[in-house]
């Protein structure tokens, strides 16, 4: 098959870029025997240690293995400094902008962004207004996700900063990496990644209210049937704090307690997997179950924090997106590190035209659609699906953006016949409290299917170990 | 810990003490069926294999379904059915959610035990598995749940999650145990009868064996096999793992380790007290049948109880 | 006017309570319109003020000891002031929000059919003109009828019922503004003069370039008078209602309610 057309993370100009330069060698002295036996090791592992996600239908749920690739993508120092700075970036201008359209609203005064487009958005939440959050900080987490297309040119695809998921996979993944490969650990100077969790308790600790000194954090999940509920229990695990379904916590003259066995316990902090429309019956939806009666009220009198805030998808609103390096020159007054993808917003009649009359190159995202769906990739669709997508704009512009086929980076994966290129991006979790910070890595997600450019676990995506390699110098163990 | 969670984990840790008791009640079926049944005056194969679906309320639920009773039938609907919620396999089930719903409070061990347990018996089909098979199937189960006793003291945190399981692994102890007993055929004396003698000697082994008390009373009684002995035994003896005064004690250790005043500590006192004080000759002269099932009142008492204690913050 | 106000409201449960927690919009608004002399909520074994996104007072009450009833008791005096139905936009919400749409207010074909006419009315006669229009023409539409309609009944189903209470009116005129592209807002309050379950009131607000928040009552075929006494703003009832609430236990419930708004001397 042709490799030339995309920039590959292992072989560029018929050489292995230095970063693969020794695993390249080891993969190509490795039979493909030995890697399909790891490749089955790396599977039962995961099932047993029930990394699994849920997928609903018949039989009542069935728990499936999201694809693991055992070749890992590998990213040199020198370009994990530009992603690093630049998600870092990136997260403290969403941050900065929630705080003000929650607040101030000074970029919607500015005219820099039509004040209709946050203020008429279904993810802008009036019930925040006014309300100081610790810190300022509303996406505590936040998942960016990149795609590069050559060897220096990163792109941001998409922000994520309501409950971003996926963490549990980039700690899995090293896990698995590391019981399998223990030799290639010792040649490569691997940046760890496993003191993830305890950053992320440090944040949740640093935006406790205000008075609390020792604050009792506890992370709300939907329940086991929660296709990321792995992840959740995982997570409490690794922080040794509580995993609570909303039915454990209730709200007492203001404040939130969890039912434990000796009586209500007090909780400060909420980490919580759930969407907002589900977090409080008496503020959002009535019929939620999943929620707490009565958080909105503690939240805004300042006793507990939610983890993210609620609201915070105004920021990751693909709408929104289009905006995002005038929003880093507004409020950071810096030129944006990495890039945006130039986007169509088809609610404008001249991008609407253009759009229509390009179908077939460009990738149309449903604004308010995540995971995959909703979306055409033009150059992959039939000219029947084309057709079908052009009726759903033309039927609803507001509802789409469009952007350009981006030239994904592949990156070598192992498949049925062995050792092939598949298209890949990569989530770097960011963690704003006291600092804003990531760990080395991230989650590199791979569109298993040949040629497929989707990426999404529910579109049949997999994932790979993702190394980031430390500088000569300074090596830091934790 | 939550409420919540500490039922999960009582439940969990109930769950496979079930599926043991009912794999071990299988075993001692079976080889009850193997030692007795062409025996002289023997029960039959029918009615040895009807003492599992009538210990565990499925009679007719089964016969519904099944129609008739052998031991492939009744291996069958106990072993893997997934309808059946008494099965070894539904009760897994059951447990490993358990598990799954307090994941983040259990060590790796416990739960990679309990889900590669669940994983090697999820796709199984009775209709799959060779006759031949099935003992080693059984004897793979048993090891399974010494693993997970082995894993959860081995590994976890001496706090209230072990409290829990803990409570939660004697109640089903003593009540099985209790059942089992309560299950027994009455019975006069043997008297001279030789073919009798042997009968309640290989249906005394069987109970024994599906106890896992054989040895205890070996080593106890310097007598041959009498179920005035094995009763006796069973209930009073503490130094044995499944009698009910050793399960009662350990209810009442870890109750009192969670709270000294709890309700459900006070109700499993007095049960321990009396197991301390009566003696079985009295208790058999107006039926052991009616103190064995007032004795599974008594804990089901106590589990409603420490529900209320413990799980059901308002 | 000086208004004396006084509102009971006793829930009397089937079955006893373990907990409940309710949020109560039951205090009046810092408004130009309206200037609170007393005010005394009481009854919940808890309460505790807070301020919601759109700045409305709300008491968190909670009860927490097992309970058969629930009393709220308000009662106060208030000084309003008739601005002729307009409000500035002292309170900081800004209107574009309110063209959002809510579960209660979404537009159906059969009020989007409704109102459009009203479209032409505002580009040839302006907003005033066409908010009054559809004021009017709403009020002929739809009966004022109890026991058609609940709290929660959508726009859209009250429309096609053709019957419906002050909520309804509010809410199908909060979409019909939609239509025609004015942010409108739903208002919950006390209506003096009224009595029973009618001194409970609600009705909306539409935004107008240049003037404000200007009131519309449907129901009532007017403007808000200095009669009105203003609780709660919001998009629709479920953000401003009264009252809202859940419990743990407690079976069914009847509702008592008794209202008095009264005219009083200074």
């Not at chain 1, 390009?358 to 995540?370: A, D, F, N, Q, T």
């Not at chain 2, 008494?86 to 060590?107: D, F, G, I, Q, Y």
């Not at chain 3, 209660?104 to 009054?132: C, K, N």
Request: net charge negative.
């Amino acid at each position: 098959m042709s490799e030339t057309a995309f920039f590959d993370e292992m072989h560029s100009g018929g050489g292995v870029r230095a970063p693969y330069d020794r695993y390249a060698a080891w993969l190509h002295s490795t039979p493909v025997e030995t890697l399909k036996q790891r490749h089955d090791q790396a599977n039962s592992l995961f099932r047993t240690v029930g990394i699994t996600f849920n997928v609903y239908g018949e039989d009542g749920g069935v728990e499936r293995l999201i694809p693991f690739d055992i070749v890992p993508r590998i990213i040199s120092a020198e370009e994990w400094d530009i992603v690093e700075r630049g998600v870092i970036q990136r997260v403290d201008a969403l941050n900065a902008f929630l705080h003000d359209v929650y607040n101030d609203q000074e970029i919607l005064r500015s005219g820099r962004i039509p004040p209709e487009l946050v203020l008429t958005n279904d993810a802008f939440r009036p019930e925040m207004l006014g309300l100081r959050l610790p810190r300022s900080v509303y996406a505590h987490v936040a998942g960016i996700d990149i795609v590069r297309i050559d060897a220096k040119t990163f792109y941001v695809l998409e922000d994520n900063a309501r409950t971003p998921s996926g963490v549990s996979y980039m700690l899995e993944n090293r896990q698995a990496m590391m019981r399998l490969f223990p030799d290639l650990f010792a040649a490569y100077p691997v940046a760890p990644v496993s003191h993830y969790p305890e950053l992320l308790l440090d944040t949740l600790r640093a935006v406790a209210p205000k008075e609390v000194e020792d604050p009792t954090v506890v992370l709300l999940t939907p329940g086991q049937y929660n296709s990321a509920y792995f992840e959740h229990a995982f997570l409490a695990q690794e922080m040794g704090i509580e995993l609570v379904e909303g039915q454990d916590l209730f709200v007492d003259d203001g404040d939130v307690f969890m039912r434990t066995t000796r009586g209500p316990k007090r909780v400060h902090v909420i980490y919580r997997r759930i969407d907002d429309d589900f977090l409080d019956p008496l503020t959002f939806r009535r019929d939620s179950t999943l929620g707490v009666a009565g958080l909105m009220a503690a939240c805004r009198l300042g006793r507990v924090t939610v983890c993210n805030a609620v609201g915070g998808g105004i920021a990751d609103d693909k709408a929104i997106y289009a905006y995002m390096p005038e929003i880093i020159r507004f409020y950071l007054g810096q030129e944006p590190i990495l890039k945006n993808v130039p986007t169509y917003t088809l609610r404008r009649k001249k991008d609407l035209d253009y759009t229509l009359a390009h179908l077939p190159e460009l990738v149309v995202k449903e604004v308010h659609g995540s995971g995959g769906y909703g979306m055409l990739v033009g150059p992959a669709a039939s000219k029947a699906e084309i057709e079908a997508f052009r009726a759903k704009i033309v039927a609803a512009p507001d509802g789409f953006i469009a952007q350009p086929t981006l030239a994904l980076s592949t990156c070598p994966t192992f498949v049925e016949d062995g050792i092939a290129p598949r298209h890949v991006d990569l989530r770097p979790f960011v963690l704003s409290g006291q600092k804003t910070t990531v760990v080395p890595g991230g989650l590199t997600r791979v569109a298993m299917r040949q040629g497929s450019l989707v990426v999404n676990s529910s579109q049949g995506g997999g994932t790979k170990d993702t190394w980031v390699l430390e500088k000569p110098h300074a090596r830091p163990r934790r | 810990m939550l409420g919540r969670a500490a039922d999960n984990v009582f439940w969990m840790a109930r769950h496979v003490e079930r599926v043991e008791s009912t794999v071990r009640l299988l075993r001692a079926t079976g080889l009850n069926a193997l030692l007795t049944s062409s025996a002289e005056g023997g029960e039959g194969d029918e009615a040895i294999w009807s003492r599992p679906l009538l210990l565990t309320g499925r009679m007719d639920d089964f016969m519904a379904r099944y129609e008739q009773i052998s031991s492939g039938r009744v291996l069958a609907y106990m072993l893997l059915d997934r309808e059946n919620p008494a099965s070894v396999k539904s009760v897994l089930a059951c447990a490993r959610e358990n598990a799954r719903a307090t994941r983040h409070l259990l060590t790796n061990e416990i739960w990679e035990c309990l889900n590669q347990t669940w994983l090697a018996i999820k796709d199984l089909h009775f209709t799959t598995v060779q006759r031949t098979a099935i003992d080693d199937r059984l004897e793979w189960l048993t090891e399974r749940c010494f693993m997970f006793r082995g894993a959860l003291f081995g590994s976890m945190r001496r706090d209230e999650s072990l409290s829990f399981a803990n409570i939660g692994m004697y109640l089903e102890r003593g009540d099985h145990t209790a059942r089992l007993l309560a299950g027994q055929p009455e019975r006069g004396g043997a008297g001279d009868d030789a073919a009798a003698k042997m009968r309640e000697y290989y249906e005394g082994m069987a109970l024994l064996k599906a106890l896992g008390s054989y040895r205890a009373y070996r080593e106890t009684f310097a007598s041959n096999l009498d179920f005035g002995r094995i009763a006796e035994l069973l209930i009073l003896n503490a130094t044995v793992p499944r009698s009910l005064r050793g399960c009662i004690d350990e209810v009442v250790n870890s109750l009192r380790a969670l709270n000294p005043t709890a309700d459900s500590l006070k109700t499993a006192h007095e049960l321990q007290y009396r197991l301390q004080t009566v003696q079985i000759g009295l208790v058999r002269r107006v039926g052991l049948r009616a103190f064995l099932l007032d004795f599974c009142q008594e804990l089901d008492e106590i589990s409603t109880q420490i529900q209320r204690d413990f799980m059901m913050v308002q | 006017m000086r208004l004396q106000i006084s509102h009971e409201t006793v829930y009397s449960l089937t079955q006893a309570a373990s907990r409940s927690i309710q949020y109560l919009r039951l205090t009046p608004r810092v408004d130009r319109c309206q200037r609170t002399e007393s005010w005394v909520i009481e009854g919940p074994e808890r309460l505790r003020p807070w301020t919601d996104g759109y700045g409305n007072t709300v008491h968190v009450a909670s009860e927490s000891t097992t309970h058969d009833s629930l009393v709220i008791r308000v009662s106060g005096v208030v000084t309003t002031r008739d601005t002729a139905g307009v409000l500035p936009l002292d309170d900081g919400l800004p209107p574009d929000m309110f063209l959002r749409e809510t579960p209660l207010t979404a537009v159906s074909a059969e009020i989007a059919g409704f109102a459009r006419p009203f479209a032409d009315t505002r580009a040839a006669e302006g907003d005033i003109a066409a908010l009054h229009a559809l004021m009017t023409a709403q009020a002929d539409a739809i009966a004022f009828e109890a026991g058609h309609t609940s709290v929660f009944t959508p726009a859209a189903s009250a429309f096609s019922t053709g019957k419906g209470v002050c909520q309804d009116h509010a809410h199908i005129f909060i979409a019909a503004c939609r239509v025609i592209g004015l942010p409108c807002r739903y208002v919950s309050g006390y209506l003096a003069f009224g009595s029973g379950d009618v001194a409970t009131h609600a009705w909306a607000e539409a935004f107008v370039a240049d003037l404000g928040w200007v009131s519309f009552d449907p129901a009532n075929r007017q403007s808000a008078t200095d009669a009105y006494v203003r609780l709660a703003v919001g998009p629709d009832y479920a953000a401003a209602a009264p009252v809202i609430g859940v419990r743990t236990g407690g079976g069914g419930e009847e509702v008592s309610v008794a209202v008095q708004v009264e005219q009083v001397q200074s």
